[in-house]
Structures are given as C-alpha cells and as structure tokens.
C-alpha cells in the first residue's frame, strides 16, 4: 500500500502580496498541490493523506470544486481530507454540503471517523479540527484503542496536531501512537517535516513555505507499507516546492565596502538560487561611509527584508583629537565618557547624530 | 604683556628694592622667609591694588604688608603692554589706592589711570590672575578653585559660532533624513488596518450567526428520502389502480357496483329459486287440476240441470216458483231449485275455472323463474339446470364477490391514504425544496461574506507586515528624534562649555608635554579633565602624578590663552609650585614649560623658587633663563 502524506497545502495563502513576486507566490500553493497530484499519478499511490490546513482559510464552493477537479484525475487514488486549524470545520462551512468526487473522503463529522478502503485492506482513523476545543490526546488513544481491535488491517493515522509545540504533549502522543497498532501516523501542524517515530509517525511539514517563518525544504512523504508485516520498509522525503525563504546573515568588518558588500550578497543568492526569497541581515561594523542600501540588488533578486544591524566603526578617540573644540567633540566626549549600556535606541540615535554633525562637517569643508 | 621692573618702596620686608625680569624664563630664586611671597603678592597689589579686607582673624592683606620699617607703603612696577612701557605707581598709604600712569616711554601721564589700567589688562580679572596667571603650589586640589572663574570666562566669551553652524546643519540633515523615512511609511497602514480588522469582526459575527449554519445536507438528504418513498408510493398506487380497475370491472361485468347489489342479487336470485320451487311443486299436484275440471264439469251439469228446471218452471203454470219435482220421495220447486242450481253452477264454473287460471298463472309464474334462473345460473356458474346445489354453487360465487368488493373498498382506502400522503409527500417535497433554496439563497450569502472575509484576511496580513516595516522604520524616526534631541541638549550646554575652549589648546599641548602619548583632552564643565583613549575617556586621577601635572599645566596656559584671546601673552607666574615635586617632576615640568610655546613668541614666565634645583635642571638641559636672587 503505497501512500502519499502531505500538510498544510494553505490553499489561498498570498504571503507576499505587497512584493513583485507576490503573484506568483499565490498561485504557488495551488501549483505545488497539482505536482502532488501527478506525483500520486506517477508513483501509482493507493492513498493520499492530508493532514490537516488544505486551505490556510475557510474555503468557498470555487475552491473546493477547484481541488476537487484535481482529484478527480487520480480516481486510482483514495484521497482522505482532514480539516485543519486555519481550514477547521465550522457549522456554516461550505464543505459540509460539498459532493467530493468518489475517490475523496473528507472527515465531516465532530469525532473521529474510521474510513475503510477494503480495497487496500486498510483503515484510515481521521479527525477533523472543529470550533470545539478538542483533547488531542484522549482522541488519538481512542482511535488507538478502536484500531487495536482490528490489527489484521493496515491502520492509519490522520489528524492536524494544533497543540503543536507543547512538548509534554508531544511526548505523550508519541507513545500512544507507539503503542498502538497504528502502521503509520500521519499529522499536521509543523512547518517542517519531521519524523517523530521513525518510519512510524510523522508530520509532513508545510507543502509550500509561507515565509520566513517557514525555511527549509517543503515536500512530501512517501511510504510503502507492507500487508504482510504493516509495517513500512521505505519512506522519504520528496521536495516539491520550489521556492524556499533563506535567511542569510553576513558580517561584515570595517574593510569591506558597499560595493564589495552588494558582491558578497548577490554571489550568496546567485549559490542558492534566484528565485528563492532572501532575508538578509548584515552584523558586525562597518565602516561609516560604508552604506547598507540593497536598491539595485532588489530589483534583480527577492529580497524580502534587509535587518542592518551594523554599527559603524568611528574611532571616536581619533574624530575627538579632530575635533576638541567644536560640537563634535563635545558630542564625542559625551558618548566616550557615558560608560553605560546604551539600549539599541540610544546607540542608533548616537550613530545618527555622529553621522549627521560629520556628514554636515564633511560637506562644509 | 611683560614683566619689566619692579621698583619696592615699601612692602613687608622690602624697602626701596629694584628688580628687573627677563622675557622668557625667570627664576628668582630666594631661601625661606627670603619674601618670594612678599613680591607675588607685591605684583598682585600693583596690578589689581591691595584689599582692605579683614579675614576671620582680623587680618588683611593690607595690614600683613605693613613696610616692617615703615615709611612709605607701595612703589611701582613697569609693564610692556600694546607695544608700550607703561609705569604703574601706588601708594597704599593713601586712603584709596593712590594709582598712577604713566607712559615710560614718553613721560605722559595716563587719565583715568583706573580705567585704562582695566582696558589693558585685557579683561584680566584679579580673580582670573590669582586662578590663571598666578600658580601655587601645584597640587589638585588647588585646582578646583579654577572651575568657578573658567566658567566666569567662558560665559564671556563668544566664538562657539562654528558650533552652531555644524548645529543647525546636523538638525537639517537629521530632519531630511527623517523626511525621508518618513515618506517610506505608510501612515494609513494602520488605519487602514483597524478598518479591516473591524469589517473581519462583524463579518465573523455575522458568519456565526446560527442561520448560516449549513443545514443543506440535512434538508437534501431528507428531500432524498422523500423523493423515494415518493417513488415508492407513486408505484405501490399504480399497482393497487389497476387492481382495483380490474375488480370493478369484474363487478361490473357481473353487473355488481357494492355489497347491497350482490344483497340485491342474491335475494333475487333466492325469490327466483322459492318462487320456483313454490310453483313447480304446486304444478307438479295433478289432483288440483283435476278438481277444477270436476267442478266445472259439476257446473255444466248443474247449469243443465237449471236449465232443465227453468224449462220445467216456465212450463208450469202455476207460476215459476210453484212448479215442484219430485224426485223420488222427495219434491223440489223447480224454480228455486234451478235458480240453486244456477248459483251452484256458476259458483262451480267459477271456482273452476278459478282454479285452471291460477294453475295457469302459475305455469307463467314457473316459467318466468325458470327464465330467470336459467339466466342467473347461466351468467354466473355456467350451468343452467336449475337446482339447490346450482343455487348453492351460485351463492358461493356471490361469496367470492363480496370478496372481491370487500377488497375494492379496502383498496380504494389504501388507495385513499396513499393519495392523501401522495399530497403530504408532495407538501413537504415541496416545503423542503423551497428550504433547499433558502439555504441555497443563504449558502450563496455565506459564501460572498467568506469571500470577502477570506480577501479581507489577506490584505490585513499585507497591512501587517507593512505595519512591521513601518515600525522598524519608526524605530529609526524615534532614534533621529533622540539625535536630535541629544544634539539640541548639546547645543543648549556648548555655549557655556569650558572644554570647547580649552581643549583645543589644551589638546596641542598635552600632545607636546606628553610628547604624543596623549593628542587630546576634554575638560568638562565641571572642570573633570578626560584623556582621549582609544576606547574611552579617562579621567585625569588615574594618571601618574607627573603627568597630572603635565596637563595641568597645559591647561592652565591654555586658560590664560583663552582670556588673552590671542590678543597680547600674559606672563606666567610660579610661585614655589613645583616646591613638592620629586626631581623628575621637576625636569618634566620644566621641559614641558620651556617646550610649551617654543614655537612661537615665549611667554614671560616667573618660576619663585627656594632651590637651586631649577637652575640646575635648566643648565643641564641647555635652556636659557634668567636669575635673580633675592
């Protein structure tokens, strides 16, 4: 039984609207689910499990038909849907009057439902996410204890975690799930991929990053579970997004220039791919003149956000032998001789004002 | 400005006493008690005159130096100021100072000697003599005294002009700078925000609004349901129609319509039969019928025995009635006899022939049952022998349409209730198709309002990060704010800042005298003096001793500097300053004294000392001075 795992697909999701590239990143969501679903073409998967924030919104009827569209093309694959928390069920939610194809079963109801695909001689335990607050815990141990009674199938686990994070939880839940008859386990509501029992419970991660929040690799997972044994002998990680949100931080000294700074950045994305989006936070001092401006870099790549949090390097002792007798000095031996911690308020507005009574100096002579 | 000649006439323990100093470096030396003090304070007293004033113990300056030998109390001292030798003479006998001017050169008496001596001094308080030109002992803590009359000076001074400037244009480019900032913020942004997050809020509240709930499974799955049991009945209608429609038929084929013409039927039917048996019996008797010829065989005979009577009567004259028979024994008037025998006949004839027409009658009677029966039989036992066993078989098949209309009648109730909840089904199809629509007219709402929601949702997570940009940027705003705010209180306190005077100076010097180990100070305005470090500012206490004094010394010619204001050079008077200093301190001092200025016009400088050290130091280290003993 060879099984697609895949999360928080965020249908509808526009986490760069106010960027050129915003666009594009919009139609990513939906884009990146359609390879999903040739990827299930291709692979001959059996079951396509999603667990959990297929739409990062309540979806409307037009988006609902629109995925159901896509399903509908691998009616070789049984495609279980759980709700998740940005997608949770509510009593006005258009899915629960919605005709899914008949490859598709979507988990409507306030409890868990046991779904049986006889045809795959296994049994998916699913749960939506509702408006009721719900014991995570106390659910999964049910469904564990309903699948105990039939170990001869293969047995699956679905369900989006929105307690992710809680950690005593997180433990408790990775027991239950070991001790359970559970072949695999497969949730939602973790940005990354991750394997909390291996080869046995997981969670898919994001399909596509939504941003900074959300670096690294988005995909899928893949398994093959064995009838005989339920158990799984291959299991991987399949990248499917294209884009990634980077982080990259550079420190820079006093000797590196503005341009040789710009060289620096754009020789980083140009390794790690144009269209990926870029944070970028520049550390370490810098040389006054040296000017943190990322303009023309911006217009070739997707620099999302630019942190400068250099200082510039004045050799305050050397400006005051400059400038014993002017404002200058004055400010200089104010700040010199003020020993205590400056917040970062204050040192910004000491860099400005050095920069401002320099700069104006400078221009004057 | 020089010292030239001092000329004692009376003062402590001088008495007509001359002395002449030297341009540059003086040392007078003199031991203890020799009056080094006497002839500071002497010069003091010619510049400035001698106070009056008494101390705690009753004491004044005046009084401490009383010519020991009295005589005359005072004498003069020649300057050269403005290019000029100027001759100043008291007398402190005199109740004021008794002050002349005089130009040495020439002879020319100055008017005004007061006033013109102020002018000359250039502004040179006696304060700002005692605190500047004039140095103690070398120690700290006389030091302190200097903050008060520095301050004094600076608040005269003018000259932090640049300083404004560099003022004004630092705020400039801080204001641009926050323009530009500014105009990289969207102000609306939160606003705009606020006003999404306030239209998301009622459309949620809208949105849970029970009647949003999304009830169209339930209604469809139950118009499913009907739609079925619709179908269900609609046949089960159909069946029992055409059941029903054979029935009738059958019914009416037979000529049946409900249970009272089976009824109906059926007492026909047994009155055929009765009838029937009544009159085929009664004809089945013979002896009746032979009865009734009897009797009218016995009424012919009797009417011709009437007649032959009648004849007879009618023949006897004696009257109709007289006439008698007798017949036998016996004698019968023929008259009444015939007429008995008329009356007999005819009741005979008639009872006769009564009789024949009943049998008669019943004959018809018989036959016309018969007719019947035959018919009744025939239509429905297909036998026409008329019998009890046919009336029974016939009975029987009545049975059999009872049935049948006691089934038609319970079918046409079936038949009844079905169509009644054919009518209700249709109903509630019906009120459940127009639920349908509501739901659907509502679902079609709720889906607008997510929509709106769903693109509302996205613009506020737009509008929040435009919101964390412009914060960051308000982040900058407020430090340029800050700047500016510093730099403001800076300026407000640069106008009375001693160090902006002095450091410069200052600065140049202490890079001489420490020969580069340090190239800048600052004095603060409380008179802290810093040293410019790579890292920081270090306060002068945590330096050597000789270095301390190094600086200030420095310092001290560039106060007096700043009250010559580049203007004409006040001598520099040492008064056993360096009487604590170890050897070294003293060879420092005094390089740093005969290196300070000795690149341009040297400073007239008067070093009052008990020791020979001085001479010695100056000697080994090559430097010209002047000595005087006293």
Not at chain 1, 112 to 130: C, G, N
Not at chain 1, 131 to 155: F, H, Q, T, V
Not at chain 1, 243 to 270: C, H, M
Not at chain 2, 124 to 150: C, D, H, P, R, V
């Amino acid at each position: 039984m060879r099984f697609i795992h895949v999360s928080d697909i965020n249908i509808g999701a526009n986490p760069d609207s106010d960027k050129s590239w915003g666009k594009e990143r919009a139609g990513d969501f939906k884009d990146t689910l359609k390879k999903v679903v040739d990827k299930a073409k291709e692979i001959d998967c059996d079951l396509l499990l999603i667990s959990g924030n297929l739409f990062c919104h309540q979806p409307v009827t037009r988006e609902l038909s629109e995925v159901n569209l896509l399903f509908s093309s691998i009616p070789a694959t049984r495609v279980v849907i759980v709700a998740g928390s940005s997608d949770r069920l509510r009593k006005n939610s258009s899915v629960l009057s919605f005709k899914w194809s008949s490859n598709v079963s979507c988990v409507l109801g306030e409890n868990f439902e046991k779904i049986k695909l006889p045809a795959l001689h296994t049994t998916v335990y699913a749960a939506s996410q509702t408006e009721e607050k719900r014991d995570i815990k106390a659910l999964i141990r049910e469904m564990s204890e309903e699948a105990g009674k039939e170990p001869e199938y293969i047995n699956i686990l679905l369900m989006y975690n929105e307690a992710y994070g809680d950690e005593d939880a997180e433990v408790e839940i990775r027991d239950i799930i070991a001790g359970s008859s559970f072949s695999y386990a497969a949730l939602g509501g973790r940005h990354e991929h991750y394997e909390l029992i291996r080869e046995r419970c997981a969670y898919a991660g994001y399909l596509s990053p939504v941003g900074m929040s959300t670096p690294g690799e988005h995909g899928i997972l893949v398994g093959d579970i064995s009838l005989a044994s339920k158990r799984m002998p291959g299991f991987d990680f399949i990248k499917m997004a294209d884009i990634a949100y980077i982080p990259i931080r550079i420190e820079i000294n006093a000797a590196v220039s503005s341009d040789e700074l710009k060289r620096t950045v754009a020789g980083e994305i140009e390794k790690r791919g144009e269209k990926n989006i870029y944070k970028l936070k520049i550390t370490g001092k810098r040389n006054p003149d040296t000017v943190i401006d990322f303009k023309d870099l911006k217009k070739r790549y997707r620099i999302e956000e630019t942190v400068d949090e250099t200082e510039p390097e004045y050799d305050f002792s050397k400006l005051f032998a400059e400038h014993p007798d002017d404002i200058i000095g004055y400010y200089i031996s104010s700040v010199m001789k003020d020993n205590e911690d400056r917040g970062s308020l204050e040192k910004r507005a000491m860099y400005y004002a050095v920069d401002a009574l320099l700069s104006t100096e400078r221009k004057r002579s | 400005m020089r010292l030239e000649v001092l000329q004692i006439e009376g003062f402590g323990k001088f008495h007509n006493r001359r002395m002449e100093f030297g341009s540059g470096l003086n040392i007078v030396y003199g031991k203890n008690e020799a009056g080094k003090s006497t002839m500071h304070t002497f010069i003091k007293a010619m510049l400035f005159g001698l106070s009056r004033k008494r101390n705690k113990r009753g004491e004044s300056e005046y009084d401490r130096y009383e010519p020991w030998k009295g005589g005359s109390y005072g004498g003069s001292m020649e300057l050269s100021v403005a290019g000029r030798r100027l001759r100043i003479e008291r007398d402190f006998r005199k109740d004021a100072d008794d002050l002349r001017l005089t130009w040495a050169d020439t002879e020319e008496v100055v008017e005004a000697p007061e006033e013109t001596l102020k002018k000359l001094m250039g502004g040179l308080t006696e304060n700002a003599y005692k605190n500047t030109i004039s140095i103690g002992q070398l120690e700290a803590q006389t030091e302190k005294g200097m903050a008060g009359e520095f301050r004094q000076i600076v608040s005269n001074l003018t000259g932090t002009g640049s300083s404004e400037l560099s003022y004004d244009r630092a705020i400039e480019y801080l204001e641009n700078k926050k323009k530009e900032l500014s105009e990289r913020t969207d102000e609306n942004a939160v606003i705009n925000y606020t006003r999404r997050m306030g239209r998301i809020r009622n459309l949620e509240r809208e949105l849970s609004d029970p009647k949003y709930e999304n009830r169209l499974p339930v209604y469809t799955d139950l118009r499913d349901k009907m739609r079925e049991r619709l179908e269900d009945i609609s046949e089960e209608k159909e069946k029992l129609l055409l059941k029903l429609e054979k029935a009738e038929g059958t019914l009416s084929e037979n000529g049946f319509s409900d249970m009272a013409s089976v009824d109906a039927y059926e007492k026909m039917s047994d009155e055929a039969f009765a009838e029937y048996e009544k009159n085929s019996k009664a004809l089945k008797n013979k002896a009746k019928a032979v009865f009734a010829v009897a009797l009218c065989v016995l009424g012919v005979l009797s009417l011709a025995a009437a007649g032959y009577l009648f004849i007879k009567a009618l023949s006897f004259p004696d009257g109709f009635f007289a006439c008698s028979i007798i017949i036998g024994e016996r004698i019968f008037p023929a008259g009444i006899n015939g007429i008995i025998f008329i009356i007999a006949a005819l009741i005979l004839i008639v009872c006769g022939v009564l009789m024949l027409f009943r049998r008669r009658s019943r004959r018809l009677k018989l036959r016309k049952a018969e007719e019947k029966l035959k018919e009744i039989f025939g239509a429905h036992i297909g036998n026409a022998e008329i019998s009890s066993a046919s009336l029974g078989a016939l009975k029987e098949r009545l049975a059999e349409f009872r049935k049948l209309i006691d089934a038609v009648s319970r079918s046409s109730k079936e038949l009844s209730d079905i169509n009644e909840e054919l009518i209700k089904l249709h109903e509630n199809r019906d009120s459940c198709t127009e639920i349908i629509g509501n739901e659907e007219k509502l679902r079609a709402e709720v889906e607008d309002k997510l929509t709106e929601l769903n693109s509302l949702k996205s613009e506020a997570e737009e509008l929040k990060r435009i919101i964390a940009a412009n914060n960051s940027i308000k982040e900058d705003i407020d430090a340029l704010d800050l700047a500016k705010e510093k730099l403001s209180e800076l300026s407000g306190k640069i106008r009375g800042s001693i160090g902006i005077h002095l450091n410069k100076e200052a600065s140049r010097l202490i890079k001489d005298v420490t020969g580069g180990a340090y190239d800048s100070m600052d004095v603060s305005d409380d008179m802290e003096i810093f040293l410019n470090t790579e890292n920081r500012m270090v306060p002068i206490e945590s330096l050597s001793a000789g270095t301390m004094d190094q600086i200030y010394l420095a310092l001290r010619i560039s106060a007096v500097k700043l009250i010559e204001r580049g203007a004409e050079k006040y001598p520099l008077i040492f008064d056993d300053s360096f009487a604590l200093y170890d050897d070294d301190r003293l060879k420092m001092a005094l390089n740093s004294l005969a290196k300070a200025e000795a690149d341009r016009e040297p400073r007239q400088m008067i070093i009052f000392s008990c020791h020979h050290r001085e001479e010695s130091f100056l000697d080994q280290a090559g430097i010209k001075y002047n000595l005087i003993r006293i």
